[in-house]
């Protein structure tokens, strides 16, 4: 899995993710289907299988594409190609669902989709059948390298996982399910459009005050110490620095799920976790003792800020990996 960090104004920039061009990319309008001809060829990666979806060339290798139409997306030669065209309809649906989610608005298709005012209407999408009222908001932001939001349905009030880009068509899905009550913002990094959001959706919002700065001076909420804390009776706030000082997760206890930020996530090579250390702000040590408190948490879902989320079997197998995890880095 590729990761990005995305400096706030005051906060020193740290290294761009893995497989992410450090230049400033050039911001195409909302995932348009077809954007001037002459433009995308010329910026047509050639690793892109020959048909009627292509990724140009400025993907900056987020992995979003991959995992949401991973049959269509792959990796070659660092960033993201068409290694198969859409083969049924359904993959051609998750395939226009990518093209939208794409924060740098890098898929394309040769002529106008038809379908694509019908995909827009899919989101939220609904992530899994044992995760009910769970979805992902898609339209990745490029201010957060493509960090993915989520929209928790709940009758005390829905919440909002991190931000996504703003826009029309999502604003109106999202007041159909009954808009938002909070935004939980996990981290600094990916708090994107946050304040449209929060002055259309009347929300409040939430962040550690350790990661306070200027782009998020006005957040309703600022948790101070080390937590825990609570939103209702279903939701706790775990305090995990190391990736920042003010890192957040969020745990939706009756469905065992865990929303971990740009704490921890599934590699993209393999099943294991990953601190991404390289990235983090903070030392190693800091990271690993926010790593082992998880192994006090009952959850089996793992659903990150990047990446590629994770179901487990039981809590055994949670716990395994976490501990492996561990055992890298004290060996």
């Keep these: 899995m590729a990761l990005s960090l995305r400096a706030a104004a ?8 893995p497989g992410c061009r450090a230049a400033s990319l050039v911001r195409a309008t909302a995932a348009s289907s077809s954007p001037p001809a002459a433009l995308d060829h010329r910026r ?11 990724v140009d060339e400025r993907c900056i290798d987020c992995s979003t594409c991959r995992w949401m139409a991973p049959e269509v ?4 030669d660092g960033l993201s190609a068409v290694a198969a065209q859409p083969s049924s309809g359904d993959d ?3 395939a226009l669902q990518a093209l939208l989610s794409c924060p740098t608005a890098s898929i394309h298709t040769e002529k106008p989709a038809k379908d694509i005012l019908q995909v827009h209407s899919t989101f939220p999408l609904p992530i899994a059948d044992d995760l009910p009222g769970v979805y992902l908001c898609g339209y990745h932001s490029e201010s957060s390298y493509g960090a993915t939001s989520y929209l928790i349905v709940h009758p005390e009030g829905n919440i909002m996982v991190d931000s996504p880009r703003y826009t029309p068509k999502l604003v109106n899905q999202i007041e159909k399910l009954g808009g938002a009550r909070y935004m939980f913002l996990t981290h600094i990094d990916d708090v994107a459009d946050h304040r449209k959001w929060a002055e259309r959706l009347k929300c409040e919002r939430i962040i550690h005050s350790g990661d306070v700065v200027d782009i998020v001076a006005d957040v309703e909420r600022k948790l101070t110490g080390s937590g825990p804390w609570n939103i209702g009776n279903d939701f706790e706030l775990i305090h995990t620095p190391g990736h920042t000082k003010g890192s957040v997760c969020l745990l939706y206890k009756p469905l065992k ?3 971990t930020g740009d704490h921890v996530a599934k590699s993209e090579e393999s099943d294991e976790f990953n601190l991404f250390r390289m990235y983090s702000r903070q030392s190693v040590s800091v990271q690993l003792d926010s790593m082992q408190k998880l192994l006090d948490l009952d959850f089996l879902w793992v659903l990150p800020g990047h990446g590629y989320r994770i179901r ?3 809590a055994e197998a949670k716990n395994s990996a976490i501990k492996s995890l561990l055992s890298d880095y004290t060996s």
Excluded: H, M
């Design 10 to 17: 005051s906060l020193a920039a740290p290294p761009p993710r």
């Design 44 to 54: 047509r990666r050639r690793q892109n299988v020959s048909g009627e979806f292509f």
């Design 73 to 76: 997306f792959k990796r070659v």
């Design 92 to 94: 051609r649906t998750k």
């Design 257 to 259: 799920a865990l929303f």
């Design 312 to 314: 487990y079997e039981d």
